[in-house]
């Protein structure tokens, strides 16, 4: 295991910690909140980061990084090396992957998909791809 689940906290969240070293990451360090482990996979050096959120059905995987004040919830799926970052929301059945980064004020959502190398800092919605 990676990491572990602290108590849920007012928000219905848990904090994580990591276990192991991996990536940037270091034993002990605090990550941000997840719902429980369903969104965030044991596998891989993806890591919640910061105040950011994954809760729902959403999950994270692969590389990725999901980091600041960001939420990622619904059934939304960050993965391989996509960064999500700022005050960025992905949510409802939004996918970011590959090298994809969604960053600032961003909202994707609906079946948005954003992959390979897109950068994205404004809104995407149903059926939109970049």
Do not use: H, P
């Not at 295991?1 to 848990?14: A, F, H, I």
């Not at 391989?80 to 939004?94: D, E, I, M, Q």
């Amino acid at each position: 295991m990676k990491y572990k689940l602290g108590n849920k906290e007012g928000n219905g969240l848990c904090r994580i910690t990591a276990l192991i070293d991996f990536s940037d990451v270091k034993a002990g360090d605090v990550g941000g909140y997840v719902g429980g482990e369903k969104n965030l996979t044991q596998k891989g050096d993806c890591w919640v980061y910061d105040n950011a959120k994954i809760f729902g059905d959403a999950q994270v995987s692969g590389g990725a990084q999901v980091r600041e004040n960001t939420k990622v919830s619904g059934n939304a799926l960050v993965s391989g090396n996509a960064k999500v970052y700022g005050n960025a929301w992905v949510c409802n059945n939004a996918k970011v992957y590959g090298n994809a980064w969604v960053y600032g004020n961003a909202l994707v959502y609906g079946n948005a998909l954003v992959y390979d190398n897109a950068r994205v800092s404004g809104t995407i919605r149903d059926g939109g791809s970049v």
